[in-house]
Nanobody
Framework: QVQLVESGGGLVQPGGSLRLSCAAS????????MGWHRQAPGKERELVAY???????NYADSMKGRFTISRDNAKNTVHLQMNSLKPEDTAVYYC???????????WGKGTLVTVSS
């Protein structure tokens, strides 16, 4: 089992920045990749970005150049630096970890990001 706890959400003005963090615990050795998804009101959950154990990253097109995902292996933590935030970035952001061998996805409870003036 893997437990994920997100932090760092909140209210920010358009153009501002936020940094989300996700701390992983449990069977961390089994994780192949970690990432972030988000779900806006009335919309489906969508991928934001992910980072593999080897450090390879991938971003959704709308986040490229504005968001940066990184990991701190010593602290078993993944961060999402979000810059130039827009009102349409308002959503609940969920941390996700994947065990490819077993085909298991783990999810955090989510953290709310609100971009509004």
């Amino acid at each position: 089992q893997v437990q994920l706890v997100e932090s760092g959400g909140g209210l920010v003005q358009p153009g501002g920045s936020l940094r989300l963090s996700c701390a992983a615990s449990g069977s961390i050795f089994s994780i192949n990749a970690m990432g972030w998804h988000r779900q806006a009101p009335g919309k489906e959950r969508e991928l934001v970005a992910y980072i593999t154990r080897g450090g390879n990253t991938n971003y959704a097109d709308s986040m490229k150049g504005r968001f940066t995902i990184s990991r701190d292996n010593a602290k078993n933590t993944v961060h999402l630096q979000m810059n130039s935030l827009k009102p349409e970035d308002t959503a609940v952001y969920y941390c996700n970890a994947v065990n490819l061998g077993l085909g298991i996805d783990y999810w955090g409870k989510g953290t709310l990001v609100t971009v509004s003036s």
